[in-house]
Structures are given as structure tokens and as C-alpha cells.
């Protein structure tokens, strides 16, 4: 069984970091690529970053580009998202996402929320 699950979430004054994380059990996750997204109450689920399995190319929203950083241990099974410089609009649960063929996987989610 495919599973993935997030941590890393908090709260965090505008201007601060945090480091998400993303890992996989139930097959091997350097095969494919992976990617971040996230979803604010009442809105559509947005893609915030992607990762080839190597990891040698990514790809990022532009409200989230030069700020955020996607990475990832293939030993460890793990994908990260550095975020830096966050802002009170980055406030919201964030998910990795896995898609091998067909099938789509999602973690559970992590909350982040930006705040004074």
C-alpha cells in the first residue's frame, strides 16, 4: 500500500521558514516525479512545485518562485519544500502528491499558516 505523508507544518511570522517533508512507504518514489501542492479553503488545489526523480529539474508557481525550494532524498524515499520569505498568503494545508501510471497518491496534508 502506497502512502505518503507530510510533516513540517506550523505556524510562522510573515518572513519566516519552514521545511516541509514528504515520505514515501510502499514503493520506491525515485522512479517518479513528485510534487507539492496546496488548497485554502473554498479554492481549487494548486501546484506549487514539481520535481524530476533525479531531482535535476523542478519547477515552480510563480507566486511561490525564488522563495520556495523543492528537493529530495531517493535513499530516504523523502521529497522536501524549503520555504523561505513566506508570507501571510502562503496560509494554507499543504500535500504531496505521487502519480505512478493511473493512480494518483496524496498525503494527508500539513497546515501552514503565516501570522504575526
Known amino acids: 500500500q502506497v502512502q505518503l505523508v507530510e510533516s513540517g507544518g506550523g505556524l510562522v511570522q510573515p518572513g519566516g521558514s519552514l521545511r516541509l517533508s514528504c515520505v514515501g512507504s510502499g514503493l520506491a518514489c525515485s522512479t517518479y516525479a513528485m510534487s507539492w501542492y496546496r488548497q485554502a479553503p473554498g479554492k481549487e488545489r494548486e501546484l506549487v512545485a514539481t520535481i524530476t526523480p533525479s531531482g535535476g529539474v523542478t519547477n515552480y508557481a510563480a507566486s511561490v518562485k525564488g522563495r520556495f525550494n523543492v528537493s529530495r532524498d531517493n535513499v530516504k524515499n523523502t521529497v522536501c519544500l524549503q520555504m523561505n520569505s513566506l508570507k501571510p498568503e502562503d496560509t494554507t494545508v499543504y500535500y504531496c502528491?505521487?502519480?505512478?501510471?493511473?493512480?494518483?497518491?496524496w498525503g494527508q496534508g500539513t497546515q501552514v499558516t503565516v501570522s504575526p
Open positions: 502528491k505521487l502519480t505512478v501510471g493511473s493512480y494518483t497518491y
